[in-house]
């Protein structure tokens, strides 16, 4: 079946750093990748929507600024959260999607701790 | 926009019982309900998705339901096993774009 890959699984560092989160897809081209954040026992957030080539869409209340996102090619878009600070901890998840008729595949997360 | 609820929040059953889990969604123009496991650490996994053409659908222990009229939708486990117990969150779509997920259920199956 389809597999998104989403690296690192886990981050750990010191508030001020800038951490970059990867969502690839591994065996299909993915037109649509979502992020989405996930504070503990709560549900899924919906962070922003990119397509390949094109600049994101920002969910409201969501800091473009703050959480940049990169999708340069079908298979990979990046997650950079800049200047962490404490209250960024979270559990970042993407998913990817192939085309309109199909689900929407996830990665198995990233937890972010910033000290 | 879309608005789900979900319930009940947790869900506790005996190994070899049914689970139901029931959503409601406000935006009568969502028309993709996809079911999500989501296992402690772990992504959610797809278990089963419908379309608003489509009453039921079955997947082995797995089958959803949908009322379009009146705008709600649920889950049905069957001969529930151990590895079963996880968070369960139901969606709906408008559009095949953006999902609306509900609040989850944490479903515990007792050996």
């Known amino acids: 079946g389809a597999v998104v890959s989403q690296h690192p699984s886990r981050v750990i560092c010191k508030s001020g750093t800038s951490v970059k989160i990867e969502c690839r897809s591994l065996d299909f081209q993915a037109t649509t990748m979502f992020w989405y954040r996930q504070f503990p026992k709560q549900s899924l957030m919906l962070m922003a929507t990119s397509n390949e080539g094109s600049k994101a869409t920002y969910e409201q209340g969501v800091e473009k600024d703050k959480f940049l996102i990169n999708h340069a090619s079908l298979t990979l878009s990046t997650l950079t959260v800049t200047s962490a600070h404490p209250e960024d901890s979270s559990f970042y998840i993407c998913?990817?999607?192939?085309?309109?008729?199909?689900?929407?595949?996830f990665g198995d997360g990233t937890r972010l701790s910033i000290l | 926009g879309e608005n789900v609820e979900q319930h009940p929040s947790t869900l506790s059953v005996q190994e070899g019982d049914s689970a139901v889990i029931k959503c409601t969604y406000s935006?009568?123009?969502?028309?993709?309900f996809p079911w999500y496991k989501q296992e402690l650490g772990k992504g959610p996994q797809l278990i089963i998705d419908i379309r608003s053409n489509v009453g039921e659908k079955k997947d082995q222990r797995i089958a959803v339901t949908l009322n379009k009229t009146a705008k709600h939708f649920s889950l049905h486990i069957t001969e529930t096993q151990p590895e079963d117990s996880a968070v369960y969150f139901c969606?709906?779509?408008?559009?095949?774009?953006?999902?609306?997920f509900g609040a989850g259920t944490t479903v515990t199956v007792r050996a």
């Open positions: 969606a709906a779509s408008p559009s095949d774009y953006k999902l609306s």
């Open positions: 998913s990817a999607r192939f085309t309109g008729r199909e689900p929407q595949h």
């Open positions: 935006d009568s123009a969502s028309n993709y």
